[in-house]
């Protein structure tokens, strides 16, 4: 059982380069987010999706991008990388009794 | 805003008890508690639902105060394995399955033998 897999692990931008963050469940969440946890900030919410073809902007959206094409895949993309956003991110998703799933996270650095 | 946590950092020697305070400014539906080692994913402990309720899982408790906006985690008879960053986060409607949860900034828990 995957649960939440994120990938990659680690990656290193310069600053302006784009990438896209993967995440993927097998749990047949309907709900998923994506946080970003930075030293002595916790965990901000940054988008989330309550279905395929329905996302929302959480706390910190600006510089990302989301989409929600399957039930499955929720894909997070930095549009033009700024050393602002260095920091560790978190894909989750939600079962129907509120408990959240994490990815095992993606640690970006930008340069 | 994000709710406050209550200490900061506590060191504790392995048998002892300990208190993490979460606290809100806003009105509460659910108080969520995740703990999260060292270089890892956060992991679900428990969640209180409006209504003051206390839940345990294995020595770990909590208690939700909704008038206070408050909510309190309690570690029992400490264990090596529970070191590690304590976070609440907080939902102030019952989204259940769609929680957009606001979380505090932590309590690094450090048990020593």
């Known amino acids: 059982n995957a649960g939440v897999t994120q990938t990659p692990k680690f990656q290193v931008l310069k600053t302006g380069q784009s990438m896209t963050l993967q995440c993927a469940q097998d749990?047949?969440?309907?709900?998923m987010s994506w946080y970003r946890q930075d030293p002595g900030m916790g965990l901000r919410l940054i988008h989330y999706?309550?279905?395929?073809?329905?996302?929302d902007q959480g706390e910190v959206p600006n510089g990302y991008n989301v989409s929600r094409s399957t039930t499955e895949d929720f894909p997070l993309r930095l549009l033009s990388a700024a050393p602002s956003q260095t920091s560790v991110y978190f894909c989750?998703?939600?079962?129907?009794?509120?408990?959240?799933?994490f990815g095992s996270g993606t640690q970006l650095s930008v340069l | 805003q994000q709710p406050v946590q209550s200490p900061q950092a506590v060191i504790l020697r392995e048998g002892e008890d300990a208190v993490i305070n979460c606290s809100s400014s806003?009105?509460?539906?659910?108080v969520h508690w995740y703990r999260q080692k060292h270089g890892e994913a956060p992991v679900f402990l428990m969640i209180?639902?409006?209504?003051?309720e206390q839940k345990g899982h294995e020595k770990i408790s909590a208690s939700f105060n909704e008038k206070k906006q408050q909510s309190s985690l309690y570690l029992t008879a400490s264990q090596l394995s529970y070191s590690g960053t304590y976070f609440c986060?907080?939902?102030?409607?019952?989204?259940?399955?769609?929680?957009?949860?606001?979380f505090g900034t932590g309590t690094r828990l450090t048990i020593i033998p």
């Open positions: 986060g907080t939902e102030t409607g019952p989204n259940f399955g769609n929680e957009k949860l606001t």
């Open positions: 749990m047949n969440h309907e709900y």
């Open positions: 989750a998703s939600s079962a129907p009794t509120g408990q959240l799933f």
């Open positions: 806003k009105a509460l539906y659910s």
């Open positions: 209180l639902l409006k209504g003051g």
């Open positions: 999706s309550v279905g395929a073809g329905i996302t």
